[in-house]
């Protein structure tokens, strides 16, 4: 219980809107604590310790103002100080204001007693509103629990701890940040504080992504060279030398069916191992360049939306169904000119192919081309439909819900 209480303390209380009862003489001084401020004073009370020290936030309406609580053993009791050091988490603050890294501390209890702005920037919120037990609550559901999970293991054992988090960004865009968690303790062992700094690692992610790609796919080109080709390249002098010496029988043709299988069955293996990539303009432009020997001519291309944030399902879809429209102008259209357009309208993805042909007819047959168009449509939830284009020719308009990916961990 408080046996005394000095001016300012009251006044302090009074000028804050508190009750002066509630901490004057003889009022319980521990039991209105934090359970981590109110063990470590009695760790001082049971004579345990020679002093407990912690730093807290008290903010009002209009100013942040941080303490730090001392207190020191007296025989029968213990000296409790408050000391204003708003000067120095200003001084702190001003320079970590400057810093693009992730800043937060928090307290024993886990509560945030500063967050700097960089972190505010990444949450899109007020810094005021993430102090307290809401640093973390603006963050995707899996992330917060891995987040919050990693800096109460580390305020338990003390042991540091590095996480990467993905943070969606505005533009549909995926960042990953890099956390390195550590914990503070007294000369007791007893907790003083977390802390978190988290630093932005999205592009060497994606380098180190696309050199392990890269070092894969040149794996597989020596494997395909090694094994395949040399297979087929065997296979294909033996029936050169066959033929020359009229010597094509049926055992032969076996071994040669045999040795195809093989190697059919070898690429289907190695085509397993190929590692994913996301798709860019460069995977369509190598479809529409293919589609122009066929047309004679080359299909404008406009990109509206960022297509490395498809997932692979979508991906691999909209490269089909770009493919196959134009498959289409080139047989049926008679066309002189033909565009894509692929845009983001709304939460859909949009392809739209044009051409100026001789149109759809009135009542068009159900061809196999039109029909896995739409199927692909179906099986990722939306529609495709096709219409005379204003000028004439054909407009097909390819609409799927925009599934985004979510790099893996």
Known sequence: RIRFANQRWVQFCIDNGGQPDAVSPPADYLAACDPHTAAGLGAVLAGEADYFETEYPCHGPTVERWFRMVATSLAGGALVLHLDITGEYVRVSRW????????????????????NQAWSRYMRVPRRSLLGRNWADHLPGEDRERLIGAAEASAADHTDRTIDIALPMDDGSISWI?????????????????????????????????LAAAAERERIAADIHDVVIQDLVATGIGLEVAQRQGKVTPDLLADVSHSLDRSIADLRALAVRLPSQRLGSADVDVVVRRAALALGFRPTVKIDVDLAVLDEHTSAHLVAVINEALSNVAQHAHATRSSVLIARDGGDLVLAVRDDGIGMPDAPSRRSGTANIARRATELGGAATWSRGRDGGTVLDWRVPLNESRPSA
Do not use: H, K
């Open 96 to 115: 970590l204001e400057t810093t693009p890294s992730a800043i937060i501390e928090l307290g024993p209890g886990g509560d945030a007693v500063f967050v």
């Open 178 to 210: 890099r956390f390195l968690i550590s914990a503070y303790t007294d000369d007791y062992g007893r907790l003083r504080r977390v802390s978190l700094v988290g630093m932005d690692v999205t592009a060497p992610r994606q380098l180190n992504e696309q």
